[in-house]
């Protein structure tokens, strides 16, 4: 069993400095890392809340990503595909169930799906010329609805690598939109063609 948030605070609290900060993640010192380890600060660890506060869409009636069932740019009875604007790397996807579900409470069928659009998001995304990777996340602390985040990583910036990417996203200037919609374009097309359903709902 794990352990309780007291006691997961209480270990965690053990290694804090008299502020309540931890030390630097090991993260920062990566090659890769956006920031510089001088003068870098960790936030002073919260204790914890319990219970926690409530994720969008636990009532699915007040579910955005429900009322937005028919907006993206590719579509099948039970998943839609969605360009995010306004970021900084080359193009980012998300792919959603069209009914309201969670990781958790998936269907099986739909999971199975959702391996294999996972995989092919990927490739197409990847088959972008000046795309070196496309990577897929799952976090689910924000809405209830299950959502899965698709970043390109743009050819020949090795400092992106890996799991700083989202951080290295928002730190970047805003990616020209007409640029990644074309890409948005180009990977809706390919699932059309080697998954099945359309560029309407």
């Given at each position: ?11 965690a ?11 630097l ?55 839609r ?6 970021v ?38 990847q ?58 374009e ?16």
């Amino acid at each position: 069993m794990a352990l309780d948030p007291d006691e997961f605070y209480a270990l965690a609290l053990a290694a804090a400095d008299g502020d309540g900060r931890l030390p630097l993640a090991r993260m920062t010192g990566w090659e890769v890392s956006p920031f510089e380890q001088e003068g870098l600060r960790v936030s002073p660890l919260r204790p914890p809340v319990v219970p926690e506060k409530a994720r969008h869409g636990e009532d699915p009636a007040g579910c955005d990503i429900c009322r937005d069932r028919d907006k993206g740019i590719w579509f099948t009875g039970n998943w839609r595909l969605e360009r995010i604007r306004g970021v900084g790397v080359p193009l980012i996807l998300m792919l959603y169930p069209r009914e309201h579900y969670d990781m958790d409470d998936l269907p099986d069928e739909l999971a199975t799906e959702m391996g294999l659009l996972g995989t092919r998001i990927v490739r197409h995304m990847q088959a972008i010329p000046n795309i070196s990777r496309a990577h897929m996340y799952r976090i689910g602390d924000g809405a209830v609805h299950l959502h899965l985040w698709f970043f390109a990583r743009p050819e020949g910036q090795a400092q992106f690598f890996g799991s700083w990417l989202p951080v290295w996203d928002d730190l970047l200037p805003e990616y020209p939109a007409d640029v990644a919609d074309a890409d948005a374009e180009a990977v809706a097309d390919a699932l059309v063609e080697s998954f099945g359903g359309s560029r309407t709902p």
